[in-house]
């Protein structure tokens, strides 16, 4: 096969990578994109989905606090469909650091971020999950951002504009001549074939991987893991985000999206990104932790938890993690011998405009291309296909059109036959596979209550039906899909989820025999 | 104040799952007087299946023909399971049993009495497994013989594609076609649900209408296998008047829970359990009990407050596990809902589950469950029985794994009839 050539190969479809492919789309530079799984596989997809308004890093990161407070702002005039303007609390218990609480207006204002003291009774009033031991409470600008319409309108518009996306492509070697990235040699993770990309700048935007790919160029970074886990609760439990009003800590913060609220995280030093996921000690730590401010998340039905991790570059192995900036790393690779090749890693998110921005700036000056950056006036595109992972969106939608025609194939989140036909063709357009576990994560498909006992086998019959998939893929997909879900359940299986996960088992294995390979 | 009843039955069968139900036929089999209490949460997710033993050891997953030599191997291996607690010919009696009266309620099953039967899932696996309905039990035969068949679906049916399961299983089976039709009469319907299809087969007009449909499809095939709708509560009437008129065999393939077969095994059984004259309290649960003279039992019963009080002289406790409702967990305990039973469960919550969904030795918290004696009497910590009369059936026993040996039928049926003999002989 023919090299594959483009102005910039991205390597990465995390929120920087496709956000860094729109940029540079707008500025008429045209990319390719190559990501190892599907959208969103790294932090982008297990993150808090919180736009900071800046509050939580006053007092350990002024900078970020800034950063976060001016990109968050941007967006939510830019991106609104991404984003639900929650407005947020920041609340202290007995028991928390009072000179924290008392220089934090402070703090707020020397940054410029907008505050205002609540009363305790006015907090409670507007949140009455609050516990009755709040001794502090301050309004502040956060935001909760579903991360997966960010990435998609971000490559669907770079895409529209003549860039390309491959996923399941892992970036296996580069071929270096003359300090340069002459090619990157890919290899299809689906198929197996192999192919080649010739590209005037590469840039590496695999967060927490960036380590690896700078690797294989021949460059060194040095990056620390820190693990973070979120737990997924079965209803929402506030209005707004709410922050503990503390230094940064585990289990600090809760933040609504649609139907469900997201409790999180801890920070967990790891020293391999082969296993990432959250474990049953984490689960319970945070549920007692958190409880402190919300009693009622000691009792709350949590459907699943996951992971995610973020790269601290260039940090020391000692000290807490989270007092390390949360800010992020624009490394140009020049200086290390390789001309052609950035690295961008790091950062939060909230900042992953300014993030792209920053980098496109770079690698357009290397590519002698001096168009300015247009994201911070141009307002994120709103298309259909990227709007489906939005908690209650599916059942607001389908009740109130109440098609009769359009059969509901995942019942706890009320996912129409009509969602999943739309996302199969927006796979297409983007020449992906569209079997249950791409849907599955376009979609609620598989979120809710049920964890895909039912919607699993379901969609997969609906996906022969309509010649979605190889026949003999079937039980394969289905196998895999249930093994994705059961990850995020297996450390919240107590009381009602555990009761769930047994009648998913008595179906899927007892009667199924899904766990038997060889069949009479 | 809650109603209470002067009279003391003779047991008290708490849960009408398959245990319960199977427990409280075995009763009235016996003249016992008896009151039944539960809901009905897990036996609407059967699939109307009995199995008996299917896979030992579970991490080989070696699957048996021969479900005898399957408990025999079991009990060799696993000397605690509660199968080692029974001698086969009690096992099959109790199947026997069970059998004939369903067959008197007109609800008929069939099987090869050594050995298991196969059929096909709505995934297109091959379920292995003991009794079969009257009404799959062609589709058992074709199976065995591989020979040609049709499976027809029917379009807005959800979770059920012929074609899946034709292509699915078609290394295993390969002479299989497919087709789908429209259910007659659901021509302007995009979703059609099992239970209205098989509602509408009680109509004789209904089945001369859907015959004419397949008839015309039906070439050269040995039989016909279409989803488990073929009349609500006599499946068997409906398909020999279909077979008649369509001139094939036919036979239904299960869907997906909760399902019309499932719902046809809750029937028979309560119509049984009230031709017999058990006292049904049905949608309720033991909320309260005491034991007190002579060591009869009272139990508190109701939704959600105590509304009535039971006496018994024994008590079968067929409460299931998680979703029966016999067993809770919170985030470090698995407690026995109803009396506090002592539970043998692994030490703490990391040991509950596998990472991985589907690993093959099964999850360690399906062994956990009550401890019993050779006459399924519960034991406390202490290994002794907690109560001279208080027996426990099914699911809720520990040392066993039904969903991964395939064997949750069968001790649900066979545990109840030992649990009955044993309350008879005290
Ligand atoms: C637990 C947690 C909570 C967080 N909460 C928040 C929050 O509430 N608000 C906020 O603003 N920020 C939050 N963040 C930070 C935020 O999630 C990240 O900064 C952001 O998602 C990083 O995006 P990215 O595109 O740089 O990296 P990623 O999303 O990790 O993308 C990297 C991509 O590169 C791909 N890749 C890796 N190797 C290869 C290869 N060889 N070939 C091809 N592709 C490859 C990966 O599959 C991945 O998709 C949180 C982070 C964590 C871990």
Same mark, same amino acid.
């Given at each position: 096969m023919l090299p594959k050539e483009t102005q910039v190969l991205i390597i990465g479809g995390g929120a920087t990578g496709t956000g860094l492919a729109r940029d540079l789309a707008i500025r008429g530079v045209q990319c390719i994109l190559v990501e190892q799984k599907d959208i969103n596989a790294g932090a982008s997809g297990a993150n808090h989905g919180l736009l900071h308004s800046g509050g939580r890093y006053v007092a350990s990161d002024p900078g970020s606090a800034k950063e976060c407070r001016l990109e968050a702002k941007l967006l939510k005039g830019l991106a609104p469909h991404c984003i639900e303007d929650t407005g947020g609390l920041f609340v202290a218990v007995e028991g928390d650091d009072e000179q924290y609480v008392a220089d934090f207006p402070h703090l707020c204002s020397q940054s410029d971020i907008p505050v205002k003291e609540l009363s305790v009774q006015e907090a409670r009033e507007m949140e009455p999950v609050l516990s009755e031991k709040l001794i502090a409470a301050f309004m502040l600008e956060d935001a909760s951002i579903d991360p997966f319409k960010l990435s998609m309108e971000n490559i669907l518009q770079a895409q529209h504009l003549g860039s390309t996306l491959h996923c399941f492509t892992k970036v296996v070697r580069f071929d270096k001549r003359s300090h340069r990235i002459q090619a990157t040699r890919l290899l299809n993770t689906l198929t197996g074939a192999e192919f080649t990309i010739e590209a005037e700048q590469v840039v590496n935007a695999t967060g927490a991987w960036a380590g690896v790919i700078a690797d294989l160029a021949g460059v060194t970074i040095p990056i620390l893991f820190s693990k973070g886990s979120l737990l997924i609760t079965h209803n929402r439990i506030s209005d707004r985000v709410i922050n503990r009003l503390r230094p940064s800590s585990s289990a600090d913060i809760l933040v609504p999206g649609g139907t469900v609220s997201i409790l999180g995280t801890t920070s967990v030093r790891i020293d391999s990104l082969d296993r990432i996921h959250p474990t049953i000690e984490e689960v319970d730590a945070i549920v007692e932790e958190a409880a402190a401010m919300i009693p009622v998340l000691e009792e709350s039905r949590y459907i699943r938890a996951y992971a995610g991790v973020r790269p601290l570059v260039g940090s020391k192995s000692s000290g807490d993690d989270r007092s390390v900036s949360r800010g992020f790393a624009l490394l140009d690779h020049a200086e290390d011998g390789v001309e052609n090749f950035t690295t961008i890693t790091g950062g939060k998110l909230t900042t992953y405009r300014y993030m792209a921005e920053k980098t496109a700036d770079m690698v357009g000056s290397k590519l002698g291309v001096s168009k300015p950056c247009l994201t911070r006036t141009e307002p994120l595109p709103t298309t259909q296909a990227g709007q489906w992972t939005e908690a209650g969106l599916a059942p607001k939608l389908w009740l109130a059109h109440r098609d009769p025609e359009d059969i509901l194939l995942c019942e706890c989140e009320m996912v129409p036959k009509s969602v999943v036909d739309e996302i199969i063709a927006s796979i297409h357009e983007q020449k992906g596979r569209s079997d249950l576990n791409a849907i599955g994560l376009r979609s609620r498909i598989g979120k809710g209550a049920c964890q895909g006992t039912f919607c699993g086998p379901r969609v997969t019959s609906y996906l022969y039906d309509q010649n979605q998939v190889c026949p003999d893929q079937c039980l394969h997909h289905l196998r895999e899909f249930l093994a994705g879900r059961w990850k995020g359940q297996h450390p919240v299986l107590w009381d009602r989820q555990l009761i769930q996960s047994e009648l998913l088992e008595a179906m899927h294995c007892g009667f199924f025999g899904l766990e038997l390979e060889n069949q009479p | 104040m809650p109603e209470s009843e002067s009279i003391t039955y003779d047991l008290a069968i708490i849960g009408t799952g398959m245990a319960g139900m199977a427990a409280g036929l075995f009763a009235a089999n016996r003249g016992l007087s008896i009151a039944q209490i539960g809901g009905t949460k897990e036996i609407i997710f059967a699939s109307g299946l009995f199995d008996l033993m299917g896979v030992h050891p579970a991490e080989t997953g070696h699957l048996w023909q021969d479900p005898w030599a399957a408990i025999d191997a079991l009990v060799r291996d696993l000397p605690s399971h509660p199968y080692?607690?029974?001698?086969?010919?009690?096992?099959?009696?109790?199947? /026997?049993?069970?059998?004939?009266?369903?067959?008197?309620?007109?609800?008929?099953?069939?099987?090869?009495?050594?050995?298991?039967?196969?059929?096909?899932?709505?995934?297109?696996?091959?379920?292995?497994?003991?009794?079969?309905?009257?009404?799959?039990?062609?589709?058992?035969?074709?199976?065995? $013989?591989?020979?040609?068949?049709?499976?027809?679906?029917?379009?807005?049916?959800?979770?059920?594609?012929?074609?899946?399961?034709? /292509?699915?299983?078609?290394?295993?089976?390969? /002479?299989?076609?497919?087709?789908?039709?429209?259910?007659?009469?659901?021509?302007?319907?995009? $979703?059609?649900?099992?239970?209205?299809?098989?509602?509408?087969?009680?109509?004789?007009?209904?089945?001369?209408?859907?015959?004419?449909?397949?008839?015309?499809?039906?070439?050269?095939?040995?039989?016909?296998?279409?989803?488990?709708?073929?009349?609500?509560?006599?499946? /068997?009437?409906?398909?020999?008047?279909?077979?008649?008129?369509?001139?094939?065999?036919?036979?239904?393939?299960?869907?997906?829970?909760?399902?019309?077969?499932g719902l046809r095994l809750k029937e028979a059984f309560e119509r049984q359990l009230r031709s017999k004259g058990v006292r049904y309290f049905s949608r309720k649960k033991v909320l309260e009990t005491n034991s007190g003279i002579d060591d009869d039992f009272e139990l508190g019963i109701g939704g959600t407050a105590v509304e009535r009080s039971v006496k018994s002289k024994g008590v079968i406790l067929a409460s299931g596990r998680f979703l029966g409702g016999g067993l809770h967990a919170d985030r470090s305990h698995i407690r026995e809902t109803v009396f506090d039973l002592y539970v043998r469960q692994p030490e703490k919550r990391t040991k509950w589950h596998h990472e991985n969904f589907l690993h093959p030795g099964g999850h360690p918290i399906n062994c956990a469950g009550l401890e019993t004696d050779d006459e399924f009497r519960p034991l406390g910590e202490n290994s002794r029985p907690v109560f001279d009369r208080l027996f426990a059936v099914g699911s809720i026993l520990a040392h066993q794994d039904w969903k991964r040996q395939k064997c949750g039928a069968g001790l649900a049926i066979a545990t109840a009839y030992a649990a009955v003999n044993a309350f008879v002989r005290r």
């Open positions: - | 080692a607690r029974m001698k086969k010919e009690d096992i099959q009696a109790a199947f /026997d049993e069970i059998l004939s009266s369903f067959q008197e309620a007109d609800f008929n099953y069939c099987r090869h009495r050594n050995r298991n039967a196969n059929l096909l899932t709505p995934m297109g696996t091959t379920k292995t497994t003991y009794c079969v309905p009257k009404s799959m039990w062609n589709g058992v035969e074709a199976l065995e $013989e591989k020979s040609s068949c049709l499976l027809i679906d029917i379009r807005g049916l959800k979770g059920f594609s012929g074609g899946l399961i034709k /292509d699915a299983g078609k290394d295993r089976w390969p /002479d299989l076609s497919h087709h789908r039709i429209v259910f007659p009469g659901t021509e302007h319907l995009t $979703e059609v649900y099992a239970e209205h299809l098989a509602n509408a087969l009680i109509l004789s007009q209904n089945r001369e209408k859907l015959a004419q449909v397949v008839r015309p499809l039906v070439k050269n095939v040995r039989a016909v296998g279409m989803p488990a709708i073929l009349g609500l509560y006599r499946p /068997d009437e409906v398909i020999a008047d279909l077979e008649r008129m369509i001139g094939t065999a036919i036979f239904e393939i299960p869907t997906m829970p909760p399902s019309v077969s």
